[in-house]
Structures are given as C-alpha cells and as structure tokens.
C-alpha cells in the first residue's frame, strides 16, 4: 500500500509524522512544498523540507514549532556581531541542513540531496519535494510585492495580502518522487495535511500537472482542515484568508480544493455539512505525538470508509 | 609612521596581537598568508586570516589555539549526524565568518570582505590578505602530493614533508592593501611574526613582487623565531625543518629568509650569533596579553635600533 501526503511546513509536518507512526514502513510519500525555499547568506533554505524531515526524524522543536530541538543560537550572535543579516534565524543545527544541502545542490537535484539528508536521519518515509526546479511564492501585498520569507518571517504577515504567484511555476517538472506517487497503482489514499490553503498547498497546486493528476485521482484524498473556530492552529492563514474575503469556515477550506478532495476532516468546532462534499468531525488539534497518531488514524479510516 | 607585519596563522596572530596594541592606532598593517585557504563544504575558509582577525579582536580561543573564544559546536554535532564531513572543525561563531565571507566573495574581493569582518570587529588595524587570487598550498609527501588541510588537519602532518608548492602563485597579483603597505613612504619597520618559516611565510613570498620588494627595502626587517630550543612553540615548523634536513637552528630560520631580513630575535636558549645577521635574544614565549605587547615592543625596538 501507498499513502500520499501533501504538505507545508508546521501544521503538514505534523500530520505527516502522525501518518509516518501509523503506516506500515515505506508505505508514506510526503510531497513537501517549496514555494517558501529561498536564497539566504549564499545558502539554499527549505523551511517545508526541513520542518518535515525534523518532524519525521523526531527532532522537531516543539516549543518554537520550527527548527530542531534543543536549538543553539551561537551562529547568529557571531553574525550579528559581524554585521550580517539578523532577521532570519539560523540555528546551529539547523544550520548544518542548509550548508550540507547548499553544498549537495551543485551536483545533485533537491530529490536527491533530501533523500540523502533524510536517510542519514533514519528516515523510512519518502520525502519528496514538489519539484527540483524553482519555484518562488511572491505575495503582492498592499505594500508592493513580497518574496515570501520578506513577507512571512521579515514582516511577520503584516502587509495586507492581496494575491500571490509562483515565479518558476510554469516551467517547472513535477519532482519524479512525486509523480511516482500520484501514479502509483499501490496508492490509496491522498492525504491533505493541515497546512495553510493559499501558502503552503496552492503552490504545489501550481505545478504542471499536479492539479490535473489530484483531480483525476482513482483514489479517495481527504483533507484535514488547519482550523478551529475559525482560527489557524498557526500561522498566518486565518488572516490571509479572511484579507482575501475567503473567511475560515471549513466550506471555505472546501472551496480551495475543489475537485481534489472528496472528505474535509474539520474539528468539532466546525461541525457541519457542506454542499458537495462529505465532512467528518474529530478532535484536530495536535498537542503531542499520540495526538498526531490518533489524528492520522483518523484521517486514514477516513479515506478508507471513503473507497468503499 | 607605518609597521608592516607579515603573518601566518596562531603565532603570527600573537605577535600582531601585541603589535596592535604596542602601536599607535591605525599604524599596523599585518599582511597574511592565504596559501592554507581552502573550500570546504562549499564554504571558504581562510585559516590564518581568521586567526589573525580574531586575536585582533581579542576573540580568538587561548586554549584551544585557534577559532573563536566560547565556541561551541552544535553544528558540527548535527553535521556528523547528517553524514557530513567531520574532519575539519567549525565552530558555530567561527562558521558565522565563513559563512558571511563566502557569500560576500559573490561581490567582491577577499580584501574587501576581510575589511568589512574586521571593521564590524571593531579591529583598527589593516589586516590584508597576501592576494585576492587564489593560492593554494600543495604538500608533496612520501603519501604523495596532498592539499594543504588534508596535510595539516586531516593527516595531523603525519606523512614525510618532501617539498611544497603553491599553485596559482605565479599567477596571484599581490592585494592591494598589502602593495601599499610595502611601498608606504611612512614605514618604518617589517616584522616577520613566528609563523613556519615553510607553511606559513613562504606562501607569502611567492607572490609575484613581494620578495623583491622586500629585498628592496628601505627599513629594517626583523624576524621573531617561532622555534624555542629546537622546539616549535606550536605547530609542525620543527618536524618539517627537521624532515627537509635544515633543522631548527636560529641559523637555519635566518636562511630561510636570506636577504630579506637584517634582525632575528631569538629565544634566550639560542642566544648565538649568526654570520650576516644580527641576533638579538628575549624570553620569546607568548603566553598572554603582558608577553605578547613586551615582546612587541621588544621587535619595534629592535627594528628601531638597526635603523640608525
């Protein structure tokens, strides 16, 4: 069996590490967004990648909710010291994913090198970007256009969101981990983690062919809704979509992936039916590691009862 | 007036150390070795620069010799557990250097970038590099021809020393910084820092220009012996002169600088005289800041007394 997750950082990373504790070895491929990637004092950073890998890999820092556990901060005392860039943090750990990945991305793809980086971490899922090429989330904003850590981390979400594109989109290739997965004839479920619609899922949504191929599934894909009464567990994603005029009910969730999903898991707060697609209520918000769990079994019934 | 010090790596740094603070503000200009520069890891690291710039800004870590005082190493730790290389240690301040100076090369020259370090250090002092070309010290061994580090770190200079050669000399410009220094109307004095005579000195020389102009001098030139008793204070100096057969005599040391000093200080224990130069003898150990700006001034004075 094979189980697809799509997703962002935090919130997917989550999920993602509840669905890895659920299934079988080997079975999970996590599709990973990196629309947030971005160039940083000469180094290639993937926050989805990593927040996932750490998640999976058990060394997630809880506390923060980004980075590793037990993080140091010694790297960036010495570069403000020195005069550099401060607004982005860099852990000491951290800090070795992206030199490590920076220095692997002259001779191998984005695949490879997170291939390579989850293995030495013991990873048995797959870990897949959504694509080797570029891809970058601009957010045109009421203060002009934003590269997405300007706007995510340097102004901390506080431009009012207007749009969004993806430069590098429209000539980007589906990573081939992920377009194993969609077209796997093991594949049973699509699984949709709990990451922010517009930042985090939309952009591997971007890519050529990946719409096409979720809307053409033979497979159930159920989404878990990342809000609770109308709140984002975090992030940023209740204000983006209430700026876009969205709101956060789960219909608007729903509306987001329509055609790509068929269940929409919200939690009890948001109980109820929407037109045109089955919901399913549950506990969603994940404190810990039995919750994640408990949370991907559910997910995972979920897209089973869905296939019968 | 105008002092030009010529350095290598932890010795050379002691002595600069004592220079700086032995001498009016602005007055110092320590030219360093770059031929133990390397990539590594895709960063660039430029050892002797570093210690150099360190000890300047009373950063650099007394008891380990080199790197950055208070240094921890998380990154090195997370690095290992990534499957990176582990032979060469980065600190988590020291990284900040590299890190800072690698993307920084991207624009400009290593003079430049060593300029913008050492101002943000707060450092007074000109510290230039040999040359912004790249230069690189190749250690031919009885294990056959092995790059700088790998001689120095990663095979601890256990192999047999037969020769060394520094590629991309012939072709290396001397940097601009350390050009102006020699042909300053206002200096006063050379001074070679109790740097290895081969590894760290000899680099220096081979760029195009810089023995001549010292050989053309107008002031004096003294060296500092970094040999105590046949011993080096630190480093592989007297296993190297002993396996190219020179030995670790004050008469051996002044032969490797022939022509291009008129004073050697020596430790107490080889207090002698020597044919063609004059030999003057201290207590050479530099063993914190007091020594270090005595002996200092014991090289200023020196210098001074064989101007007239």
Redesign the interface.
């Known amino acids: 069996m094979s189980i697809l997750a799509i997703a962002g950082g935090v919130g997917g990373a989550k999920l993602a590490a509840g669905l890895a504790q659920a299934l079988p070895e080997g079975a999970l491929t996590v599709a990973v967004n990196t629309g947030d990637d971005f160039e940083h004092?000469?180094?290639t950073i993937c926050p989805d990648l990593d927040s996932v890998t750490y998640a999976l890999a058990g060394l997630n820092n809880r506390e923060q909710g980004w980075g590793?556990t037990g993080?140091?901060w010694?790297?960036?005392?010495?570069?403000r010291?020195?005069?550099?860039e401060g607004w982005f943090n860099l852990?000491?750990?951290?800090?070795?994913?992206h030199?490590?990945r920076?220095?692997r991305l002259?001779q191998v793809s984005l695949s490879q090198v997170t291939a390579?980086?989850t293995?030495?971490?013991g990873i048995r899922q797959k870990v897949v970007p959504m694509s080797d090429d570029p891809v970058r989330t601009i957010i045109a904003t009421d203060e002009g256009d934003l590269a997405f850590q300007d706007y995510f981390v340097r102004r901390q979400c506080k431009p009012v969101f207007h749009a969004m594109r993806f430069d590098g989109a429209e000539k980007a290739r589906i990573s081939e981990g992920f377009a194993q997965a969609l077209a796997d004839p093991a594949l049973e479920a699509i699984i949709f983690c709990p990451s922010n619609p517009m930042l985090s899922i939309e952009p591997v949504l971007s890519v050529p062919g990946v719409r096409d191929a979720l809307a053409a599934r033979r497979v159930p894909a159920v989404a878990l809704s990342p809000f609770i009464a109308g709140q984002a567990v975090k992030g940023p994603a209740a204000k983006i979509m209430g700026e876009l005029g969205l709101g956060t009910t789960p219909a608007a969730l729903a509306a987001c992936y329509t055609g790509l999903i068929d269940g929409l898991m919200v939690d009890k707060a948001d109980d109820g039916p929407i037109e045109g697609i089955i919901t399913r209520a549950s506990d969603t918000l994940m404190r810990d590691d039995a919750d994640q769990i408990r949370v991907a079994r559910e997910m995972l019934a979920f897209a089973q009862d869905l296939a019968r």
């Open positions: 004092m000469g180094l590793v993080e140091s010694a790297f960036m005392e010495m570069t010291k020195l005069g550099g852990g000491d750990r951290d800090l070795a994913t030199v490590l920076t220095q002259r390579e980086l293995g030495a971490l």
